[in-house]
């Protein structure tokens, strides 16, 4: 199988260009010593009944993480009527090329979207000589993001998703064996902000094997569809899904680099207070001022008491231009913000 993050493409000199990337894999067999063992450690660290382990969920979704890298795998992306070579996936399995368009290719092969325009492509794996691996089909998209306007950076777990990353064993349950389900308010608040022209690119810690499950699940709570950014999936063999809540290492730099590419647009930065997003936020508020519009921070339940979290997120607001960090527990307390001003 061949995974992809929904990519974007921004202006240059000549037209257009964007960064495709993915993975190539193969799932472990289902008699084989890893496979096994995986499923029986997520057994016991869910308490998971036999329902539950044969439920279409778990299935589906331990499915796209339980797998075997593929490396020297050679990928063809089909793209309008070009077909471009992203060469070989590497050691651990990934390939990333970078597809230049003009003005007149964007016109004839795109359609319009709430925002902007979409451009699909598909690739395909050739024949190889690994019997294991047969030839393969994926699609992507990639979004024409205009050089100027607004763009929302948006935390997706415990921001519009609700997931628990406080708890362990609650965000591995409603990774792995619940139905995802929104943040009540928040699609309704996207979608005003993408009906006043807003952008969104989806920067988290969910590992990128879980792409396609959250493009669906944006889709179907009525979240606007944006570029994804999403975590490396980097697991022992031994210890499948063990680290899955990790720290956003690597966040602050990502979100730079789409800053970079839309040099003259301004940015508002959506988290929750669970992990670093405040930090990592007001660290490229503080390199960046002319381009962060705003930050704004869902208070989620949290070890330390409400006035501790409080005291965090001030200390942070007061290195920053009054009303640098906007703080909300309900959706319906960002009823009258208007950040895309």
Not at 40 to 64: N, P
Not at 133 to 157: F, K, M, Q, R
Not at 171 to 189: I, K, Q, W, Y
């Amino acid at each position: 199988m061949i995974v992809f993050f929904p990519t974007y493409a921004s202006r240059t000199p000549t037209g257009w260009t964007a960064s495709v990337a993915g993975m190539v894999s193969v799932p472990l067999p289902e008699r084989s010593r890893r496979r096994v063992l995986a499923v029986a450690v997520l057994r016991r660290l869910l308490d998971l009944d036999d329902a539950q382990m044969e439920s279409d969920i778990f299935r589906r979704r331990a499915e796209v993480l339980l797998f075997r890298r593929v490396a020297g795998q050679r990928v063809r992306i089909a793209l309008g009527d070009r077909i471009i070579d992203a060469g070989l996936s590497d050691r651990s399995g990934h390939f990333q090329t970078r597809v230049d368009f003009g003005d007149d290719f964007a016109a004839a092969w795109s359609r319009p979207q709430a925002t902007g325009r979409l451009l699909d492509y598909t690739a395909t794996t050739a024949e190889s000589d690994d019997s294991d691996v047969a030839d393969v089909a994926a699609a992507g998209t990639i979004h024409l993001v205009p050089p100027d306007g607004t763009s929302v950076i948006s935390d997706i777990d415990d921001t519009v998703k609700f997931t628990n990353v406080a708890d362990r064993r609650e965000l591995l349950r409603n990774t792995l064996v619940r139905e995802f389900v929104a943040v009540d308010g928040m699609p309704e608040v996207y979608r005003r902000w993408q009906e006043a022209g807003a952008i969104f690119h989806y920067v988290s810690s969910s590992p990128w094997q879980l792409s396609d499950c959250l493009c669906r699940f944006l889709g179907a709570a009525g979240l606007p569809a944006g570029s994804m950014h999403l975590k490396l999936f980097r697991l022992k063999d031994s210890t499948p899904l063990g680290r899955l809540p990790s720290r956003k290492r690597g966040k602050r730099r990502t979100i730079e680099r789409i800053m970079d590419d839309f040099p003259a647009r301004r940015f508002v930065l959506v988290g929750d207070s669970g992990e670093r997003d405040p930090e990592v936020y007001a660290s490229v508020a503080r390199r960046r001022p002319e381009q962060v519009a705003g930050i704004i921070i869902r208070e989620v339940p949290a070890k330390a008491s409400r006035a501790k979290v409080r005291e965090r997120l001030a200390k942070l607001s007061r290195r920053l231009p009054a009303g640098g960090i906007t703080i909300f527990q309900a959706a319906d307390e960002l009823a009258d913000l208007q950040p895309l001003q």
